[in-house]
């Protein structure tokens, strides 16, 4: 099994739908993160949350929203969505007491159509 | 933020050598180095990271200049499979102590030849 799991692999979903993107992780991390992957161009930071009880936006928050429901699991939700919400979702983790860098799951991609 | 500036791309023949530029001369004094790399259709990968020695691990190798103001990633021998973009990014702390996010940038497509 993955150490992050991401689920849906592929969704497309209408103009207007609500929809959650769910990210689980095996590996005991504190902290896990939110990325958006748009064609050609680097990941944007979304949302990030350093423990349950801490939720931070990152670059590009707006239209999103995200839920920290155990320190396993990190969910992104599209309100409302939006076309120009197309893109490669990943989510990330990482651990406070060890610098070794972040673990990424492999994506969900999104269409909004 | 400091900010990283890396070649759009490059090209590499399999089993050479590969050095990999990354300029950062807005880093800070407590920024560290660090590199990812993205496969074709896959999350990113931890390559390395380094605050101002020169680090060695199995997958490559981090040569940091001596006023830190830019850094190498060396490949000793590229293989097909190392063909990803290349990530050069420096640590952003946020919230002060050991918390810390990342900020990615576009990075350095690299194509293996063979």
């Known amino acids: 099994d993955a150490d992050v799991t991401q689920t849906p692999r592929n969704r497309i979903t209408k103009t207007g739908k609500r929809i959650m993107l769910e990210c689980s992780q095996t590996?005991?991390?504190?902290?896990m993160y939110w990325y958006r992957q748009d064609p050609g161009l680097g990941l944007q930071l979304i949302y990030y949350?350093?423990?349950?009880?801490?939720?931070n936006k990152g670059e590009i928050s707006d239209g999103y929203s995200v839920s920290r429901q155990a320190q396993a699991k990190f969910s992104l939700s599209l309100e409302s969505a939006i076309p120009n919400q197309t893109a490669l979702y990943f989510c990330?983790?990482?651990?406070?007491?060890?610098?070794?860098?972040?673990?990424f799951g492999s994506g969900t991609r999104l269409t909004v159509v | 933020d400091a900010k990283t500036t890396q070649p759009n791309s490059m090209e590499s023949n399999e089993e050479e050598p590969v050095h990999l530029p990354c300029n950062h001369s807005?880093?800070?004094?407590?920024?560290?180095i660090h590199w990812y790399r993205q496969l074709p259709s896959q999350g990113p990968e931890y390559v390395i990271h380094?605050?101002?020695s020169n680090v060695n691990n199995r997958m490559a190798s981090l040569a940091i200049a001596e006023d830190r103001k830019s850094s190498t990633l060396i490949l000793h021998r590229a293989t097909l499979r190392d063909a990803a973009v290349y990530y050069c990014?420096?640590?952003?702390?946020?919230?002060?102590?050991?918390?810390?996010?990342?900020?990615f940038g576009k990075g350095t497509l690299l194509t293996v030849n063979p």
């Open positions: 990330a983790t990482s651990d406070t007491r060890v610098n070794h860098g972040y673990t």
């Open positions: 590996k005991g991390h504190d902290r």
């Open positions: 949350s350093f423990d349950v009880k801490d939720i």
């Open positions: 807005t880093i800070s004094g407590t920024d560290y």
């Open positions: 380094g605050l101002t």
């Open positions: 990014i420096l640590r952003d702390e946020a919230g002060g102590g050991s918390n810390y996010k990342l900020t």
